[in-house]
């Protein structure tokens, strides 16, 4: 009985590993591009104290604005982006991937007995996971140490920065489960530059990165709330600040593993649709 | 001359790839077009911002577009001169009997951005039509000598950064603060980022001279010297005086990475 057990846990332990490999792989080797790291830090620094200080006069001006969030709501929004913004951007891509596609390399990733989906999704993921490791503290740092109206606050209690961690890592999958979507785009068109171009606009928007989602208007807010967008940076970021809390914030982390599920479902299947009409020209 | 013929090279060969082209022009408008969708959201909830209305950010955000839109345009061989240098095809540049500046313009032509300086003309001509002034003919050739100020300005910028090339080869993602984040400040009046940046994208790199300073003439807040905002575009031009020296100083100074 107990021999069967371990049997079974040592078959789960292989199935996992080469993906788990891949994520240790692809995290170490990311973290080899440490000056680009600290021209990234400078970067989104900056950009940080722009839209601070944009906000800050906005909010600054009459007291007019009905039913948006606190000028420090937004202010810690925005700083968490900055620091996060590797973990959720969708429009970060691997060149590499999409080489592998365009040049036809990948069909020596489909001889070795792997699922490319879970492979390559590993590999998104330690990417993401990398380069935010290497950029998000010096930039929470920075944000935390300036002066009062500038500057970012703690989460209100200890529950909210549990569930923030939670939901930011699982909007990390949200995003890695959208972005799959665009190598099966390659696979079908081959160039991607263009579509890529157009997608990354809208999702840039979408996502709550040109301006936060609970700033823009309440029907496109309702209209959003039923996309994964939200459920990549704006939630995490609203239940950092006690924006969404208590029962409110364990459904929503439930809407973010159900949008989990879905797009990693529809995306490997997806795959398999795709590469069963692969065809590799030569070699 | 020469600089055409590099630019109908270029034509030709974007014409090759002909559905990339267009969905890229859509891409482009697309950004612009929800950059300024996401201005009128912030004034839909806030109505003014320190002072400012919709039609005055929406003028700066047309003109900052329409300036960066050309500027890349034709100076994406500045823009993305690591290239050249990283590949070594800088050194080819250099053998050849022609003017250095012209070949690195002709490097590259990027026709796609047009796609944004589409929708910035059509933002202009809206907050043109909305910002309440009566557009007499030396107004027009102020609010012209915005945008045209502001190509020189990022022209001018593009050459700083791929003067830095020379020193640090990798293209500096540094040069993204004040290439891309000057056109995120300057889609608002400037003053809104507080005195220490007012001064600083006024007096080192001045952007102010074709955002807030020429506005300030268009919207009749000038005080004193009416005569010294209308020529701010002018005086801003400058700036690419000091930046193509810089750039001069950089090409006498390269050595090559080798191939």
């Known amino acids: 009985?107990?021999?069967?057990?371990?049997?079974?846990?040592?078959?789960?332990?292989?199935?996992v590993r080469p993906y788990a490999s891949m994520f240790r792989i692809q995290f170490i080797g990311q973290l080899q591009y440490r000056a680009a790291a600290w021209a990234g830090i400078v970067t989104q620094f900056f950009f940080g104290f722009v839209f601070v200080m944009m906000y800050s006069a906005f909010y600054g001006g009459e007291a007019g604005a009905v039913g948006v969030p606190s000028l420090q709501t937004i202010i810690s929004y925005q700083w968490l982006k900055q620091a996060f913004l590797m973990m959720v951007v969708l429009w970060s891509q691997d060149a590499d991937l999409l080489n592998q596609i365009v040049g036809g390399?990948?069909?020596?990733?489909?001889?070795?007995p792997v699922d490319l989906y879970s492979l390559w999704a590993a590999r998104l993921l330690a990417n993401r996971a990398a380069r935010c490791a290497l950029r998000f503290a010096p930039v929470l740092i920075l944000a935390f140490v300036l002066p009062a109206p500038y500057g970012m606050i703690p989460p209100p209690n200890v529950e909210?920065?549990?569930?923030?961690?939670?939901?930011?890592l699982l909007g990390a999958l949200v995003a890695v489960g959208m972005s799959m979507f665009l190598y099966v785009l390659t696979f079908v068109t081959l160039s991607s530059v263009g579509p890529r171009l157009f997608i990354g606009a809208i999702a840039d928007f979408a996502t709550g990165m040109i301006i936060p989602i609970p700033l823009m208007p309440d029907w496109l807010q309702r209209a959003l709330a039923m996309t994964p967008f939200p459920h990549i940076a704006d939630l995490p970021f609203r239940i950092y600040s006690g924006d969404i809390a208590g029962a409110a914030a364990g459904a929503a982390i439930g809407v973010q593993v159900f949008w989990v599920i879905t797009l990693g479902i529809t995306g490997w299947l997806a795959f398999r649709v795709v590469l069963r009409r692969t065809v590799v020209q030569g070699g | 001359m020469i600089y055409f013929k590099y630019i109908r090279m270029q034509l030709?060969?974007?014409?090759q790839?002909?559905?990339?082209?267009?969905?890229?022009?859509?891409?482009?408008?697309?950004?612009?077009?929800?950059?300024?969708?996401?201005?009128?959201?912030?004034?839909?909830r806030f109505h003014t911002v320190a002072g400012w209305t919709y039609a005055e950010a929406a003028l700066c955000y047309a003109a900052v577009f329409m300036a960066f839109s050309i500027a890349e345009c034709v100076a994406r061989g500045f823009d993305s001169f690591s290239r050249l240098i990283v590949s070594g095809d800088f050194d080819r540049l250099l053998l050849r009997p022609r003017a250095l500046t012209l070949q690195v313009l002709g490097s590259s032509f990027e026709l796609t951005r047009l796609g944004r300086l589409i929708v910035g003309g059509t933002i202009l001509q809206f907050a043109a039509r909305n910002l309440g002034v009566a557009w007499t003919a030396d107004k027009v050739v102020v609010l012209i000598m915005m945008i045209l100020s502001g190509v020189v300005i990022f022209f001018g910028v593009f050459m700083l950064g791929a003067a830095m090339c020379f020193v640090t080869v990798e293209?500096?993602?540094i040069v993204n603060v004040f290439t891309d984040g000057g056109r995120e400040i300057a889609s608002y009046p400037l003053p809104i980022y507080g005195k220490t940046a007012l001064r600083f994208f006024t007096f080192i790199i001045p952007y102010g001279c074709f955002n807030y300073l020429p506005l300030l003439y268009l919207v009749g807040r000038a005080d004193g010297h009416a005569a010294l905002y209308a020529l701010s575009p002018l005086i801003g031009m400058l700036f690419v005086i000091p930046c193509a020296f810089v750039w001069k100083a950089g090409v006498r100074r390269y050595l090559s990475t080798g191939n």
């Open chain 1, 105 to 112: 390399h990948v069909a020596y990733s489909l001889c070795r």
């Open chain 2, 12 to 15: 030709r060969s974007l014409a």
């Open chain 2, 17 to 44: 790839y002909r559905s990339t082209f267009w969905f890229m022009i859509m891409g482009q408008s697309l950004t612009c077009a929800l950059g300024f969708a996401s201005m009128t959201m912030m004034f839909d």
């Open chain 1, 1 to 15: 009985m107990s021999a069967v057990k371990t049997r079974n846990m040592s078959t789960i332990t292989d199935i």
């Open chain 1, 160 to 168: 909210s920065g549990l569930l923030f961690i939670v939901s930011l």
């Open chain 2, 171 to 173: 293209g500096l993602e």
